[in-house]
Nanobody
Framework: QVPLVESGGGLVQPGGSLRLSCTAS????????MGWYRQAPGKEREFVAL???????EYGNSVKGRFTISRDNAKNTVWLQMNSLRPEDTAVYYC?????????????WGQGTQVTVSS
């Protein structure tokens, strides 16, 4: 029932690193774009990064130069390497994938994984 399974969140000190993982094991159809969003308490969900099936990437301004998104198409897995973490990076991080189905695109979300950056 849950198409995307996330892992890798946790507590880290400012300046530290975490690596998030998301596997779309419940999706059998070909996946197009994969990405990450985050939502901090009291704030709207924010775009973090995306990667096309061909490997083209985009990043939100607040994470450029610090985060790196990657994927393995054969494994239906996307990662988010987060370096130089800041307290303002604290949020629940959600994996997102887009799957073209006929004339439309299906949007799937992971369950979310908590990232806390604190000293």
């Amino acid at each position: 029932q849950v198409p995307l399974v996330e892992s890798g969140g946790g507590l880290v000190q400012p300046g530290g690193s975490l690596r998030l993982s998301c596997t779309a094991s419940g999706i059998i159809l070909r996946i197009d774009t994969m990405g990450w969003y985050r939502q901090a308490p009291g704030k709207e969900r924010e775009f973090v990064a995306l990667i096309s099936r061909a490997g083209n990437t985009e990043y939100g301004n607040s994470v450029k130069g610090r985060f790196t998104i990657s994927r393995d198409n054969a494994k239906n897995t996307v990662w988010l390497q987060m370096n130089s973490l800041r307290p303002e990076d604290t949020a629940v991080y959600y994996c997102n994938v887009l799957v073209p189905i006929l004339a439309s695109t299906k949007n799937y979300w992971g369950q979310g994984t908590q990232v806390t950056v604190s000293s």
